[in-house]
């Protein structure tokens, strides 16, 4: 059975699912260029279905992700086009008048400046008003009907919060513990959090769905408060947050600790703000940035372990499966391990909303496929790949006046460059899913060089000056370099980790600067063979199993997903290589 899975809200995407085997995802903003994109994701679907070979008359089942999206919000792109100006716009002119002022407003209106109905793809004879989630629903399947030639009963909608669920459960590595699956978000389809559990390949039991988890918005709005894009930003709060005295950050905490409880397996409200943003902007006015981040980020920490904690004794389930937006925090996810009563805790490559259409086309397997299939999801290289060939035929088109010098280079090549500090453009096999690098769209280097973060900073990613950069270890070198005494699953930079005297010495680089905790990419060479080699490469030049990994991108752009997305960033940055599929192309003639 053929099955697709969309998402079309924000950070629009494309699963396929053949007789249970996760064959192909990718997100829509990959190949139109412009981060979050949010509608209809019409090309992730044609590159989900050329890498499988299928033709849309051949698909059985679209499984649509998010039972209700109203038509406004596919007319007013907020997660994909709003500016940080236009997020606090929307706070000072939209919900500051509602909530505090009484008076009814319409969203379209005050935002008709970014109304793009022209990019509307859905059948608006069936939508009577911007409010319509019903006339909305109705005009989402008859596009996806007609497009694929599919009958009333073989178009479904999923939960957004079970699309969540399922999505950590296909992706949990295979055996046959029975899960404690989590969610939690900003919100999505009336809830911003459940709780779940069940076994691999069996239908979940659904032991909470809450709209009362308000960690998610608490967080986005303390990022705006920062100055920094909601939705997106939230990882730069949390790196922020160890940079803060405890001491001189107890007034922001407590700003946010009388607010939200849990209680039980669900969360109350000891002081219930009018809002989620007036309330806390009022209350930390005086606050230092770093004492603010410190705030909401303990505070999220503090909460997520209790509830998850609770979870576990409710249900005396230990092994857990935590998915959804806020799972992405990865040091609150570290508290979580670090639990006593936690045995293990399992987040999936790409858990915010990019993903739903993973669960949702696993849903759709589960519940009403064939379920004698298991489902299969082998590892988070889901996308789009170029072979030697093709990357050749585009580099001699390219770079006919040369500019640059092309040639084909070994993983030796490429381990020696490492060594010597140059930081270098990796594009190699199929795309990861998700937002974070796995080593197939990396910028990488040398993360024993204390001065890469610079360098990098300088020449090519402007990050801001107190994130830190990650590594992509070799499994084998794991323990080396991380404290993981419970053997938690690495390899999707979804977890933080303390991190050895042997990291401090060889990987700086790659270390959170202040606290010198770690987001790793832990590298198998089943998962990625090329990219294990290199490391391996890199390991017998210079002792060290790890590199740099940093996202292939610039700024504010989206990863990288083809040669000459590849080509233009390297074009337009400070990179001194660029590898794509065994062909090096130099700034410099490479020694
Ligand atoms: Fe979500």
């Not at 606050?287 to 209790?306: H, M, P, S, V």
């Not at 399992?346 to 909303?353: I, K, M, N, R, S």
């Not at 290199?534 to 610039?554: C, D, M, P, Q, Y």
Request: with cysteine; aromatic share 10%.
């Amino acid at each position: 059975m053929i099955i697709l899975g969309i998402n079309d809200g924000h950070q629009a995407s494309a699963a396929l699912m053949v007789d249970g085997v996760l064959v192909a995802a990718a997100a829509e903003e990959r190949f139109t260029r412009h981060k979050n994109e949010h509608g209809y994701p019409r090309h992730a679907i044609a590159a989900c279905l050329k890498l499988a070979g299928i033709e849309p008359g051949d698909v059985d089942h679209v499984a649509i992700a998010t039972r209700e999206l109203p038509p406004s919000y596919f007319m007013i792109r907020r997660d994909s086009d709003f500016s940080i100006t236009d997020f606090w716009r929307e706070q000072t002119d939209y919900w500051y008048p509602t909530l505090y002022e009484g008076r009814t407003l319409s969203y379209a209106e005050v935002f008709k400046d970014k109304y793009r109905p022209e990019n509307f793809v859905y059948d608006r004879s069936l939508i009577r008003d911007d409010r319509d989630v019903a006339g909305m629903q109705a005009a989402r399947k008859k596009y996806v009907r007609d497009a694929f030639g599919l009958s009333e009963s073989q178009v479904s909608f999923r939960d957004h919060h079970a699309c969540h669920a399922y999505y950590g459960l296909l992706a949990v590595p295979e055996d046959d513990r029975e899960f404690l699956v989590m969610t939690a978000d900003g919100f999505g389809d009336r809830a911003n959090a459940s709780i779940w559990k069940g076994r691999r390949d069996q239908p979940l039991q659904e032991i909470l769905h809450t709209d009362q988890c308000h960690i998610g918005r608490m967080y986005r709005y303390a990022t705006l408060l920062l100055g920094m894009k909601p939705a997106e930003h939230e990882y730069k709060v949390m790196g922020l947050a160890p940079y803060a005295s405890p001491e001189f950050s107890q007034n922001a905490y407590q700003v946010y600790a009388e607010t939200l409880q849990v209680e039980g397996l669900d969360f109350v409200y000891k002081v219930r703000p009018k809002d989620n943003f007036f309330h806390f902007r009022d209350r930390l006015a005086g606050q230092r940035f770093d004492a603010i981040a410190y705030g909401i980020q303990r505070r999220t920490e503090e909460l997520i372990c209790d509830w998850i904690g609770n979870a576990v004794r409710a249900t005396g389930l230990r092994d857990v499966i935590f998915s959804g937006g806020v799972a992405q925090n990865i040091k609150a996810n570290k508290r979580v391990w670090e639990l006593d009563l936690v045995n293990d805790i399992f987040v999936p490559p790409g858990a915010h909303d990019e993903s739903l259409s993973i669960g949702a086309a696993y849903m759709a397997h589960l519940l009403d496929g064939d379920c004698t299939q298991p489902g299969k999801f082998a590892n988070a290289y889901l996308g789009t790949s170029y072979d030697t060939d093709t990357v050749s035929r585009f580099l001699k088109h390219e770079i006919r006046d040369g500019r640059f010098g092309v040639r084909q280079a070994s993983l030796l090549d490429v381990a020696k460059l490492l060594a010597d500090g140059c930081v270098i453009g990796w594009m190699n096999g199929r795309m990861e899913f998700g937002a974070r690098a796995l080593g197939s769209r990396s910028i990488i280097t040398n993360a024993k060089d204390p001065d890469a973060i610079r360098k990098i900073n300088m020449q090519i990613k402007m990050r801001d000056f107190w994130m830190p950069f990650a590594p992509s270890m070799l499994a084998e070198r794991a323990q080396d370099y991380i404290v993981n005494p419970k053997g938690i699953d690495g390899r999707y930079m979804t977890m933080a980790f303390e991190t050895t005297a042997q990291a401090h010495a060889e990987i700086p680089a790659a270390l959170h600067p202040y606290d010198r905790t770690v987001r790793p990419n832990i590298v198998t060479a089943a998962d990625n063979p090329t990219y294990h080699q290199l490391i391996r490469e890199f390991e017998k030049l210079t002792g060290v199993g790890a590199v740099l990994n940093t996202s292939f991108n610039l700024h504010g752009e989206p990863v990288v997903e083809s040669p000459a997305d590849a080509l233009s960033t390297f074009e337009r940055s400070g990179m001194e290589h660029l590898y794509m599929s065994g062909w090096l192309v130099s700034k410099k003639v490479a020694a």
